[in-house]
């Protein structure tokens, strides 16, 4: 398994950078644009207070950044808010934090393709017209390769990621350039250099949307064992890049769009504009969006892998299906690669491929999840505390009570605009958890119980095989061999329903299965189930307490869809014989051409 | 079954009457409007025209009855197109009208239930918004009623028939004596006495739909076995009084509704707005609406009697899955029913339950089948030459001259409207048809050429069974008794993925299987799955050429939701064996509380 494999290859930082920091750097691409967009609803005056917000979210960056740099040097094999929360807060609060997380995954997957749309949108104004098609159209796109098993290379992340760097860096540095020398299209009336009167909720719901350019921030904590030794130092100082370049980019982007007089408009995107504004609609323009586009694409792949991981860890804990746990098996990993991108795809459909509609239930999960973790690694250094445990835990309860009180302002203000959802999921989802622990808890407990009533296997039971036979043909030689092979007591019937044909079959019987009994059933209402069951009920009194074993010839078409043409009446019995106890049902398979 | 019951029970002439009838009779709810619409389309005046247009149905109604007496006479135990065709014309001709019959017991269903919801929908307005979830509903009702086997008892077709007969007939009687003493509201202007110039066109488009109006009045001919002997005497006899009733009703509606100046209107039909006018919104009215949306269902309900039982007859000669054939098992009806209230459910809903954009697809079906059927009756007479066959050869050539012309005319005019979807649609089914019958042949010849390269059943062979064990409880040791019943050769095997565990295991495991072989299987990527097959693989190559059987233990839950918390790891090794030969899985059921 590629997860395996990476958790051994241990990379270099800077390939590190780029595995871990896709999807957080990936969300300036549409972080400047929430903030703009529920103040310039209000007035352009109003848009000017962007800086300050912005501002602030850089400062909650850093504060995060502390925070989880304690998480990486306490969890060095990895401190995913589930693990940190269950371990020191307690289950429940493992099971909160896993379900904000799943939920997360799949909006990542969501909001990132609904925003690289956006991206591709402001270059090929085709794609504007047919957003969801997109998107959906993406979503698969990623899930087929998932499911074919590409490698999860660090090199396939290493271009795209630093392409978007780069690029971004250059728009920055131009649109400086043009700052600096006065180059700025309709400059700023001098109303605008002072912040106009705007109603505090406003601005919160702004910074809330802000917000969302710190999602993903928490992934290098979670993959430290990915990095060279000493992996938790190498680990730190990559965050402490990552978080300097996600800063420099979401602030200088959010400065440009001020100074460039950048509002929100339809079929654009922040970037575009400025791209265009800076260096015209050349092939600069183009790179720009190919590349913002790509890294949003790539932030949506990172779900595909952190959703079945820790659907795994939730599962061995035995909150969810079993089969979720042994991530090894490539049919399992399908399974949860579907669910992402059926849920992710309906997310973008009900929203219809906006992603300014699907940020509000974005940040909710994540923020609450930062604060579970946050609290939980304060209770961890209460209990551990190893050395500089003080400084440690001040700086993880900074990270919590600040993420706790952004976590109330983005719930009150982005309420209505959709975090009600995720404020009834997270619960109900829990409660799934917990319901399905209690359901394997009962189950165990009833095994065990049952165990200590329960004989050790005995030896040989009775053996009785009954082979249900429509003519003769290779099929049902086959399978009257088989039940030979099971024993000597095999019982071969027929449904009589046309006596002609019936006859014919006795008198050839011997010829091809001397030594057994055929024993034909009448249907005086041509079934051909029931008599069968009838006859299956008759042998189980005769021979009370044997085993039996209905052994079906079953045709295996080279055509699938010719499949439905053959074997009805196994699978009938097989549904049939579902709730009887004591029969068994084998099916011996004969390949057609 | 009922329909076995049915025949032997020979019910007398009054009865049989409303068994076989409400088809034909409950069209005259939606004919004359038929009529109506595409002449008001053009002007008030031209309605007039609806008059000659009726006295023309109802001759064709006569000729169809005349030349069906001759089916009756010779098809003593039930002519239907299907039979009639393939025994006299060819197997072709046969599938022809057998596909159209099937497709025309879907618009059966789809018409009367849309017809049912319009007359409601006249009496109450709710109805009306909400017509296509009201039509589902009605077509889910009856879906289920014949799913948990409804007696087709013919009391319960007795009393709505009689009773909407008698309803009508009250409507006929009150309008006529209205008529008689000149109380007609807005009398008739004299310019609307004379017939205004009409296209052509229009005037056989609309005799097209009131055609309509004949659908189902073949029901007798197939079911003379039901009437008491002589049956065929009873049969013909009570064809004659239906003939007489429907004609009586189809003309009595259209005279009426041309008197009192009814135009097609929105959310009331011909038989709503005549009882307003003649009794006004009263109880009658209710009762009127009531009695005609009840021999509605009743007659989408025969096409639950008829559809599995031609599906049946189509399958006996090697043109459906053979499933179909077995008429006497629950499931294989259940099918048919399911597949029946899909598809006109289907119809329904891309109609938006509107009787009057269904009726184009309805008559093409018909009319082809009448006319297949009335040409075989001529090919049959000339051959077998019966007494009077001179006669009944120039009913049924004069009947097939008819029914061929109408379907010429219903074909072209109706093209556009929706006829073009019945035209594309039989060929589709009739080469369905061959291509099952030609699968079901390939596969006859190769097994019986294969069948004579075959020895026959030789004695024993070896056999293995595989226990893969995921702990120790009852249903492992119910899995292991099992393959002790099958075979000294068991071998259980145990996937280590937890080296803690699997040592706790291995020591308890000769207290509770002793004398039985575990083997470890390691599995360094957490697969289950995986190691088993490989240890498959190599007990196949070690025991060469024995049986290899897998033995799975497998739960049951008692709440059908919580098997999905369970059994998985069995489902994908059913999977993964599908396709290797030699290898056969039995699961052993384990019943959990």
Not at 5 to 27: C, F, G, Q, T, Y
Not at 201 to 220: N, R, Y
Not at 345 to 373: C, E, M, N, R
Request: charged residues 10%; positive net charge; glycine residues 6%.
């Amino acid at each position: 398994m590629p997860t395996e494999a990476m958790a051994h290859e241990r990379i270099p930082n800077w390939k590190a950078l780029a595995v871990l920091s896709s999807d957080a750097l990936s969300s300036v691409a549409y972080a400047t644009e929430e903030i703009l967009i529920p103040l310039s609803l209000l007035s352009v005056a109003a848009m000017s207070w962007s800086l300050p917000i912005a501002v602030a979210v850089g400062l909650l960056l850093i504060i995060i950044t502390l925070s989880y740099q304690q998480t990486i040097e306490c969890y060095p094999h990895g401190g995913g808010a589930y693990t940190v929360s269950k371990e020191n807060i307690g289950t429940h609060a493992g099971l909160i934090a896993g379900a904000s997380l799943l939920i997360d995954y799949i909006l990542t997957v969501a909001v990132s393709v609904s925003a690289g749309v956006q991206n591709m949108a402001a270059a090929i104004p085709y794609v504007d017209n047919h957003k969801v098609v997109c998107g959906v159209v993406i979503v698969i796109f990623i899930a087929v390769m998932n499911l074919r098993g590409i490698r999860e290379s660090s090199n396939i992340f290493a271009l795209p990621t630093y392409f978007f760097i780069f690029s971004l860096m250059t728009l920055l540095a131009g649109g400086t350039y043009r700052y600096l020398m006065g180059e700025i299209p309709n400059p700023a009336p001098i109303i605008h250099e002072t912040y106009p009167d705007v109603q505090i909720f406003l601005i919160l719901k702004a910074f809330s949307s802000g917000c969302a350019a710190l999602t993903g921030i928490e992934a290098i904590s979670n993959g430290v064992p990915i990095f060279k030794t000493p992996s938790h130092t190498n680990a730190k100082k990559t965050m402490v890049w990552m978080t300097l370049i996600l800063g420099v980019m979401f602030l200088g982007l959010t400065f440009l769009a001020h100074t460039f007089r950048i509002t929100p408009i339809h079929g654009q995107t922040v970037i575009s504009q400025l791209s265009m504004s800076i260096f015209g609609k050349g092939i600069f323009f183009y790179i720009c969006q190919g590349t913002t586009a790509a890294i949003l694409v790539l932030a949506a792949n990172t779900s595909y892998a952190d959703f079945p991981r820790l659907a795994s860890l939730i599962s061995r804990d035995g909150f969810l299906p079993r089969q979720f746990s042994s991530m090894g098996d490539r049919l399992v990993f399908s399974n949860g690669i579907i669910a992402l991108s059926a849920a992710a795809a309906f997310l973008i459909v009900i929203f219809k491929g906006d992603t300014h509609l699907l940020i509000p239930l974005y940040a909710v999960g994540v923020f609450l999840s930062f604060t579970l973790s946050q609290t939980g690694m304060i209770i961890f250094h209460f209990r551990e505390r190893e050395a500089h445990w003080i400084k440690s835990a001040f700086l993880n309860f900074v990270g919590a009570i600040t993420t706790f009180a952004v976590l109330i302002v983005i719930a009150m203000t982005k309420f209505l605009s959709g975090a009600w959802i995720v404020v009834i999921l997270i619960p109900l989802l829990v409660s799934l958890f917990k319901s399905i622990q209690r359901h394997y808890k009962d189950v165990n407990d009833q095994l065990t119980r049952k165990l200590h009533r329960s004989a050790p296997v005995s030896g040989r039971l009775g053996h009785v095989a009954v082979v249900p036979v429509s003519g003769i043909h290779p099929g049902v030689l086959d399978a009257i061999n088989y039940a030979l092979s099971l024993t000597q007591d095999v019982r071969c019937c027929y449904v009589n329903l046309d006596p002609h044909v019936t006859e014919q079959l006795k008198s050839e019987w011997p010829k091809w299965a001397p030594h057994t009994q055929l024993v034909v059933l009448d249907s005086p209402y041509r079934s051909v189930i029931t008599p069968v069951l009838n006859f299956l009920d008759n042998v189980g009194l005769e021979t009370y307490g044997d085993m039996i074993t209905v052994v079906i010839p079953e045709f295996v078409t080279s055509k699938w869809y010719h499949q439905l043409l053959h074997n009805q009446t196994a699978l009938v019995l097989r549904t049939a014989l579902k709730f009887k106890r004591g029969k068994f049902i084998t099916s011996v398979r004969y390949y057609l051409d």
